[in-house]
């Protein structure tokens, strides 16, 4: 007995701090955040425009000084649409394979509302939906029960209404902070609310409580995921608002963390390198810019097209071109926002991404100074 539960907490990952936001800045932090914005119904029928808007997001404070991202419907005439909301998302800026993602969520409630915290493939832009994959750490819409939140997973065969997953019930889900957290290894998902495991995905099978079935289609979840907090109105799976929904109505996080294993790795296959980032700056009257230069090649030094190249920038800037695909002779160029101070520019390689490849991260950073 003894020495089988050794051998459990040996095989236990050894979770380590890799990213985090804990939105204690005075505004949202956009080397961290970026944004969706539209109101085309996002393939749900939703109801709301996704804007930048500060009205939609922002940073409150506690009397602690302790700080929070809010993310805020509002009902208002607005475009093509009568609701308003805001959809956070780490896409083109970080994005990891394996790992324990967790947010510490005040999850709304009400008729119509559909908070979530989620992940999406890297690939999306390449191969599309479900076949890039997408995990639901934590959603809630009335339907399925006041206090109640879903975990599932999507991939082909799998998706949409068909996706496997499992609810969970809480007790005063919207009255208090739960903490939602994914561990992702290489042959299994677990899902957990405030430290108790609900849900397991593996290539195999897909456990709900007591119950599992096998997993009705592939396993595609050994790649690049990003993260994505959204408020959205209505749809077809919470339906529309009625006269009991209390607008505006507001999503609080206070955290966001994602902690990995080292000796978690991807599956082997060919690999992506930064080969070079040469940094070079472009003046315009007073003010100048910082251009990053990023050479890609393969694991044998093969210059490699095609290849998405992710980063961001700080120093004096951290806005500017944050994502680029390489030409023919594996390259790719960024530029920085424009200064008009002097002082020191940097930009940081956060994600090479291409099909059927892995990124293989090094000291992948340059800077220049003017």
Known sequence: MLAAAANLLAQ?????????????????????????????????????????????????????????????????????????????KTQGLHNWTYGRIEASIKVPNGQGVWPAFWML???????????????????????????????????PKYSGADSVNCDTTLTDLSGRFHVFALEWEPAEMRYYVDGVEYFSVTPQTATCGTSQAALPGPWIFDHPFFIILNLAIGGGWPGSPDATTA?????????????????????????????????????????????????????????TSGVTVSGAWSGLINVGVTQQTTDANGVAVLNSGRVRQSGTIKFTVTNLTKTGYSYVPGQDSGQITK
């Open 12 to 88: 236990k990952p050894n979770w380590q701090p890799v990213w985090a936001d804990e939105f204690n800045e005075s505004s949202i932090d956009g080397s961290n955040w970026t944004y969706d914005t539209g109101g085309g119904g996002w393939g749900n029928n939703e109801l709301q425009y996704y804007t930048s808007r500060s009205a939609n997001s922002y940073i409150d404070h506690d009397s602690s000084g302790n700080g929070f991202l809010v993310i805020q419907a509002l009902k208002e005439p607005y475009r093509n649409r009568s609701y308003t909301s805001a959809r956070l």
């Open 121 to 155: 493939g890297s690939n999306f832009t390449d191969v599309g939906w479900p076949a890039c994959g997408e995990i639901d750490i934590m959603e809630h819409v009335v339907p399925i029960g006041v206090n109640t939140i879903r975990g599932s997973a999507h991939a």
């Open 247 to 303: 607008l505006p109505v507001q999503m609080w996080v206070d955290y966001v963390r994602v902690y990995q294993d080292p000796n978690l790795q991807p599956p082997p296959g060919p690999t992506l390198k930064v080969a070079n980032i040469a940094m070079s700056t472009v003046s315009n009257g007073p003010s100048w810019q910082a251009v990053a230069t990023v050479t890609v090649t393969d694991g044998n030094g093969v210059l």
